[in-house]
């Protein structure tokens, strides 16, 4: 059963500690998204790579965050440093190009204190 | 840019009665729309999406869609709810054409409550 998997699954921080969240998408799927999750804002898409080249991270606070994909079987979301604004839930997704559907893992959940 | 709303954060129905959850669009280009599901604490579940083949577009756990231009509309419905409904549901369309593949604008969301 093919599924795009996370770590951690939660996680709670320090405010000013570095934060990294992972994500393996489902093999074969060359496009990954980061979603993050608030009650204010809803879903909101960070960033998102193709063939592990980003393509557009505008959603995401560049000061702060940062993401990347050392290979294709693994993308990276950094928080360095984290604030209290951060605590959210972080969403992976991957999809293939052409197909349409994109497939989300089970979160990661960051409570920055 | 592409849009949808989601009208209700909150939905409350019967056990047994009909589901409607709306969702409207707005889309320079022709879209690809989805509705997602998310129980608690989970990820987002995909139940259907709209790919422009057909206007009905039939998901899993009995949902269905109607894709319909004129009303620039995408609502989901069920004809008999189960307890096991009880998630928040996401309408999604997709940023640009051709599919989510260049990621999705998720509406705010809407809640359902099946009352027993």
């Known amino acids: 059963d093919a599924r795009v998997t996370q770590t951690p699954r939660h996680k709670v921080t320090e405010m000013g500690q570095e934060v990294t969240m992972r994500c393996q998408p489902i093999l074969g799927h060359n496009t990954v998204f980061w979603y993050r999750q608030t009650m204010m804002q809803g879903l909101e898409l960070l960033a998102y790579f193709r063939n592990r080249a980003p393509l557009d991270d505008s959603g995401m606070p560049k000061d702060r965050f940062s993401a990347e994909m050392p290979d294709a079987t693994l993308a990276t979301l950094k928080i360095q440093p984290s604030e209290p604004r951060d605590s959210a839930v972080y969403f992976c997704?991957?999809?293939?190009?052409?197909?349409?559907?994109?497939?989300f893992g089970e979160g990661s959940w960051l409570t920055v204190v | 840019a592409q849009s949808v709303t989601q009208l209700g954060s909150h939905v409350s129905v019967s056990e047994g009665a009909l589901v409607l959850l709306r969702c409207n669009y707005s889309?320079?280009?022709?879209?690809?729309l989805f509705w997602y599901v998310q129980y608690p604490n989970q990820g987002l579940q995909l139940l259907l999406k709209y790919t422009s083949a057909a206007t009905l577009v039939k998901g899993i756990n009995g949902f269905e869609a109607e894709f319909k231009k004129s009303e620039t509309s995408f609502h989901l419905t069920k004809p008999s709810a189960h307890m096991s409904d009880a998630a928040e549901y996401f309408c999604a369309v997709s940023r640009y054409s051709g599919g989510g593949a260049d990621g999705l604008t998720f509406g705010k969301g809407t809640h359902l409550i099946i009352q027993p």
């Open positions: 997704a991957s999809g293939l190009e052409g197909v349409g559907t994109i497939y």
């Open positions: 889309s320079s280009v022709p879209p690809y």
